[in-house]
């Protein structure tokens, strides 16, 4: 049984102060650079609130890193491979967003997948990639996917991929009645 102070949202506090450290960033300077509040800063950092899918991108666009990436460094060593049973899940309550991290953690990698899962009505809205040119290949496995990106709206139903280079803003939203469950395919720039 693990502790609070191993926790996945303990971890991820603990990694986000290390790296705001690391730049040499105040809390007012990350706010700044980031658009998130310095009590919400704050809070993450401390773990006293779940950081959203939404503040740790804006987070890893000032980081320069993916999502996939910070959450891997708060994981064990790498490893080859990974079992479905050992795959680190990571939700976003607030917004109805879950996320299973496929591949084997290693920062390192330029590659990466992601298994996401919307429930119905999840409407996730990015303002920035984490790394500008990030090129996601999305392939839904079931229900049916809004993406927006930049001003082009894509409408995706089962089966359906798209492949796109992210450089602005992007949403996803579950855009019918059941959750929809789609693998993400990330390649850094």
Known sequence: MSSPEDSLDTRIGARLAELRTQHGLSLGELAERSGVSRSTLSRAERAETSPTAALLNRL??????????????????????VRAADQQIWQDCGSGFVRRSVSPPHAGLRGEMVESRLAP?????????????????LWVLGGALEVTDGEQVHHLDTGDCLRMRVFGPTRFRCAGPVETRYVLAVVRP
């Not at 890893?60 to 491979?81: D, F, I, K, N």
């Not at 009505?121 to 290949?137: C, K, N, S, T």
Request: hydrophobic fraction near 40%; charged fraction near 20%.
């Open 121 to 137: 009505g999840a409407d996730i809205a990015y303002d920035r990639p984490p790394v500008a040119g990030l090129e996601q290949h």
């Open 60 to 81: 890893c666009h000032v980081y320069g890193r993916t999502m996939s990436q910070l959450l891997s460094e708060v994981e064990a060593a790498p490893a080859p491979l």
